[in-house]
């Protein structure tokens, strides 16, 4: 191995040790414990180190929403691949999507609440963002035409945002999401009656 590539391994080691400790501390303690000095202190690094790899918060917190995307395509993809029929296929992908914005809500808010420099619904959004996007495609396109999917699925995937949000601050009671689901999946895949 050349020094050269050492270094560079070295170095992708040490950015995966900041966004880590980042998204950890922000599950622990909320986005507001995460700074720069903080993580330098968690990571044994000194703040500088952190600067070599991220400009600040902001970035690290982007560097977060990507990998939780790729949480997020995962989990939905396991869904979608394990239910039979689109109805089932889409309550499916609505239950994990909630379920992931209630079990991870520091990430979730890094991926989908907090303002990151990221380029969403765009050809330059990073992989991981369009995979994710493209799980929820794959679900929502078997309900309607090929030149509608796209806004179909960004229709879904507000409805599912909202009810998620609304759901976590308290503002919609979680004894009915069931329900509100059932209804919403109901809507999309052209049938009546509730989950």
Do not use: N
Not at 77 to 103: C, D, I, K, P
Not at 118 to 136: R, W
Not at 170 to 193: I, M, N
């Amino acid at each position: 191995m050349t020094i050269q590539t050492r270094r560079e391994r070295e170095r992708a080691e040490r950015r995966r040790l900041i966004v880590t400790a980042a998204r950890e501390l922000a599950e622990a303690e909320g986005w507001d414990a995460v700074t720069t000095r903080r993580l330098a202190a968690e990571i044994e690094y000194s703040q500088p180190v952190l600067y070599s790899h991220f400009k600040g918060k902001d970035a690290i917190m982007a560097a977060v929403a990507v990998d939780g995307c790729v949480d997020m395509a995962r989990e939905l993809r396991q869904a979608r691949a394990s239910a039979r029929g689109t109805r089932e296929s889409l309550l499916a992908v609505a239950r994990t999507y909630t379920s992931f914005a209630r079990r991870r809500p520091a990430l979730y808010d890094a991926m989908f609440t907090h303002l990151v420099d990221l380029p969403f619904a765009t050809p330059q959004a990073p992989p991981p963002l369009q995979e994710a996007f493209g799980e929820l495609r794959a679900v929502v396109a078997p309900t309607t035409t090929e030149e509608d999917a796209g806004f179909l699925t960004e229709t879904f995937w507000a409805a599912l945002h909202g009810l998620a949000t609304l759901m976590r601050s308290g503002r919609l009671p979680e004894g009915t999401h069931e329900r509100r689901l059932g209804l919403l999946v109901d809507r999309f895949a052209g049938t009546r009656g509730a989950a």
